[in-house]
């Protein structure tokens, strides 16, 4: 059959937009796409923005396929399958407080929705009541001018995977200053590594935090954070403790290889069905 008599299928076509800066106002390729789709027959099924973060481009995803299987094919016992931490790589034993109390973060200057400035100011803030607080940082590149590390900081560059439970678990707590997120996997991780997390409301961070696992604060709230870490750090060893071993239990609950069996027990499912 020739190009020109085949009939016409309309498709049911989700547009998303990758972006950092982009909003619905000035998002003017997202709107052509959409116009193009439409001017051809087809039919917008949903259009989001999300920003260039792996995690919340899988989360949208996900969502997505799982409102298609419900609406269209009646499968309403859909199950989205979160993110796991492996236990194998990520752990720690059980430890004291440390002497100089030290909180520890992921340093991303290129990356304005993680938030590093807001939890390298937070610290500034805390050594307005607790000069002697240690920064530990790592990240794949080395710190910018724009957003310098401060004094009695230790920064690892490019560190070895295998490497990188040692840096979690040298650190008191753990700083996760996130704008927007998809999951947030460095709060597993650190969770695993017996390190208490001070994280903003994004991602995973209200559930993984439920239950007084950890600190929760505002999107951009310098104040709470720095507040937070003087709240750990005035903790008795005791307390500490608690609060450490509080994170590693959440952690225990989200292992990766449970994440497996879920997504095989999934697919089994849809098989039998």
Same mark, same amino acid.
């Given at each position: 059959m020739?190009d020109?008599?085949?009939?016409f299928i309309p498709l049911?076509?989700a547009?998303?937009?990758?972006s950092d800066?982009?909003?619905e106002?000035?998002d003017?390729?997202g709107?052509?796409l959409?116009e193009?789709?439409?001017?051809?027959g087809?039919?917008l099924?949903?259009k989001t923005?999300?920003?260039?973060?792996?995690?919340?481009?899988?989360?949208?995803?996900?969502?997505?396929?799982?409102?298609?299987?419900?609406?269209?094919?009646d499968k309403?016992?859909?199950v989205?399958v979160?993110?796991?931490?492996?236990?194998?790589?990520?752990?720690?034993?059980?430890?004291?407080?440390n002497?100089?109390?030290?909180?520890?973060?992921?340093?991303?200057?290129?990356?304005s929705?993680?938030?590093?400035?807001?939890?390298?100011?937070?610290?500034?803030?805390?050594?307005?009541?607790?000069?002697?607080?240690?920064?530990v940082a790592f990240?794949?590149?080395?710190?910018?001018e724009s957003?310098?590390?401060?004094?009695?900081s230790?920064?690892?560059l490019?560190?070895e995977?295998e490497?990188?439970?040692?840096?979690?678990s040298?650190?008191?707590?753990?700083?996760?200053?996130?704008?927007?997120?998809g999951?947030?996997?460095? !709060? @597993?991780?650190?969770? /695993?590594?017996?390190?208490?997390v #001070?994280?903003?409301k =994004?991602?995973? %961070?209200p559930e !993984? @935090?439920?239950?007084? /696992?950890?600190?929760?604060?505002? #999107?951009?709230?310098v =104040?709470?954070? %720095?507040?937070?870490?003087i709240?750990?750090?005035?903790m008795?060893?005791?307390?500490w403790?608690?609060?450490?071993?509080? %994170?590693?239990?959440?952690?225990?609950?989200h292992?990766w290889?449970?994440?497996?069996?879920?997504?095989?027990?999934?697919?089994?499912?849809?098989?039998?069905?």
């Amino acid at each position: 059959m020739a190009d020109n008599q085949r009939q016409f299928i309309p498709l049911n076509i989700a547009v998303l937009v990758v972006s950092d800066t982009r909003t619905e106002i000035d998002d003017k390729s997202g709107k052509v796409l959409v116009e193009k789709l439409s001017q051809a027959g087809h039919q917008l099924a949903a259009k989001t923005i999300v920003k260039d973060d792996i995690y919340q481009i899988r989360a949208c995803v996900s969502q997505w396929i799982a409102d298609v299987l419900e609406s269209k094919y009646d499968k309403k016992d859909v199950v989205v399958v979160g993110n796991g931490v492996d236990l194998q790589q990520f752990y720690a034993p059980v430890r004291k407080k440390n002497k100089q109390f030290t909180v520890g973060v992921m340093y991303a200057d290129e990356l304005s929705f993680k938030g590093c400035d807001t939890s390298i100011n937070s610290v500034l803030k805390a050594r307005e009541s607790i000069p002697n607080i240690k920064l530990v940082a790592f990240a794949m590149r080395p710190p910018v001018e724009s957003l310098p590390l401060p004094d009695n900081s230790e920064f690892y560059l490019k560190p070895e995977q295998e490497d990188i439970k040692t840096i979690y678990s040298q650190c008191d707590a753990w700083l996760f200053g996130s704008r927007s997120e998809g999951f947030g996997l460095p !709060l @597993l991780e650190a969770m /695993a590594c017996r390190t208490p997390v #001070i994280a903003t409301k =994004t991602g995973a %961070a209200p559930e !993984l @935090l439920d239950d007084a /696992a950890g600190y929760l604060i505002d #999107i951009d709230d310098v =104040t709470a954070m %720095a507040n937070a870490i003087i709240d750990i750090s005035k903790m008795t060893p005791v307390q500490w403790i608690e609060l450490s071993d509080k %994170a590693f239990d959440v952690a225990t609950q989200h292992p990766w290889k449970n994440k497996v069996i879920e997504f095989e027990n999934a697919l089994i499912q849809i098989y039998n069905d």
